[in-house]
T-cell receptor
Framework: DAGVIQSPRHEVTEMGQEVTLRCKPI?????LFWYRQTMMRGLELLIY????????DSGMPEDRFSAKMPNASFSTLKIQPSEPRDSAVYFC?????????????FGPGTRLLVL | SQQGEEDPQALSIQEGENATMNCSYK?????LQWYRQNSGRGLVHLIL?????REKHSGRLRVTLDTSKKSSSLLITASRAADTASYFC??????????FGSGTQLTVLP
């Protein structure tokens, strides 16, 4: 399996622009997680889905952030409008339900820089 | 918010030595996991220990869990330069999500 795929790997944009991050989870995994990692705040869970349905979005910082999962093989995290404080590495991870299957598999991340 | 706190924040050792990292957490858990992150990469799962387990081994890794003290330790034996990375503990409660600690940066000097 190719693992979790994220795109783009790097994104540089200007403040106010819309940013869309993409994720393809591992086939057969029914949980998908979006995280943000910064030096100041560490690794934070933003939102997670189960069977394409958002379960907990309490980590989403504000209304400028939105996430969708239209099908089992694709999810997006959108920031509109972007701000410099959104600069971070954004990770997508997936896992599957089942005994002993709580392990999360992480993608390589998208490094976002908002100027 | 971060549930786990790793100690130390940074650790530097010589190749061949053992490395021990500790993690403390605040609430009851179902399991605790350790992940490694190489610079500029995603996190990679290392080992999972359930709340009813006290010790677990995987290759050069040894994890202990003390639920009464709400703490865990990760021991890497006979360290190698390739073990240089950040190590995170992550706790899982009744819900599906993981809560990650702040991480320990391990440097293994050749």
């Amino acid at each position: 399996d190719a693992g979790v795929i994220q795109s783009p790997r790097h994104e540089v944009t200007e403040m106010g622009q819309e940013v869309t991050l993409r994720c393809k989870p591992i086939s057969g995994h029914d949980y998908l997680f979006w995280y943000r990692q910064t030096m100041m705040r560490g690794l934070e869970l933003l939102i997670y889905f189960n069977n394409n349905v958002p379960i907990d979005d309490s980590g989403m910082p504000e209304d400028r952030f939105s996430a969708k999962m239209p099908n089992a093989s694709f999810s997006t995290l959108k920031i509109q409008p972007s701000e410099p404080r959104d600069s971070a590495v954004y990770f997508c991870a997936s896992s599957r339900l089942g005994g002993g299957a709580e392990t999360q598999y992480f993608g390589p991340g998208t490094r976002l820089l908002v100027l | 918010s971060q549930q786990g706190e790793e100690d130390p924040q940074a650790l530097s050792i010589q190749e061949g030595e053992n490395a021990t990292m500790n993690c403390s957490y605040k609430t009851s858990i179902n399991n605790l996991q350790w992940y490694r992150q190489n610079s500029g990469r995603g996190l990679v799962h290392l080992i999972l220990i359930r709340s009813n387990e006290r010790e677990k081994h995987s290759g050069r890794l040894r994890v202990t869990l003390d639920t009464s003290k709400k703490s865990s330790s990760l021991l890497i034996t006979a360290s190698r330069a390739a073990d240089t990375a950040s190590y995170f503990c992550a706790t899982s409660g009744s819900a599906r999500q993981l809560t990650f600690g702040s991480g320990t940066q391990l440097t293994v000097l050749p």
